[in-house]
């Protein structure tokens, strides 16, 4: 079972930049897609960012389409998500989430189909 960490958040202004960090351990990080989702105080989690097992295959919501870039680091059981540009409505708790991946191509955008997640840090933007 792997066990996920999250890191890299903090209080921004508009426009800045930040790297959230995901650090995996428990287990063999490269058979897992990942992802990323944030959640708004009073707002569902929605998608961010997903990212097959091999990093070859990506795809990012519309609202960060252009502004976040997700990537993964095998060697170092970790993946990320570089943000750009940052607006007020990004302010929200990010989470990461590991699936088994079935396929070095394959990538997930729904959080039911994630069974791992890690405990989140919080992402505020200042406008």
């Known amino acids: 079972q792997v066990q996920l960490g999250e890191s890299g958040g903090g209080l921004v202004q508009a426009g800045d930049s930040l790297v959230l960090s995901c650090a995996a351990s428990g287990g063999t990080f490269s058979i897992y897609a990942m992802g990323w989702f944030r959640q708004a105080p009073g707002k569902e989690r929605e998608f961010v960012a997903a990212?097959?097992?091999?990093?070859?295959?990506?795809y990012h919501a519309d609202s960060v389409n252009g502004r976040f870039t997700i990537s993964r680091d095998n060697a170092k059981n970790t993946v990320y998500l570089q943000m750009n540009s940052l607006k007020s409505e990004d302010t929200a708790v990010y989470y990461c989430a590991a699936t088994m991946g079935y396929g070095d191509s394959y990538y997930y955008s729904t959080r039911d189909e994630y069974k791992y997640w890690g405990q989140g840090t919080q992402v505020t933007v200042s406008s």
């Open positions: 990212i097959s097992r091999s990093g070859g295959s990506t």
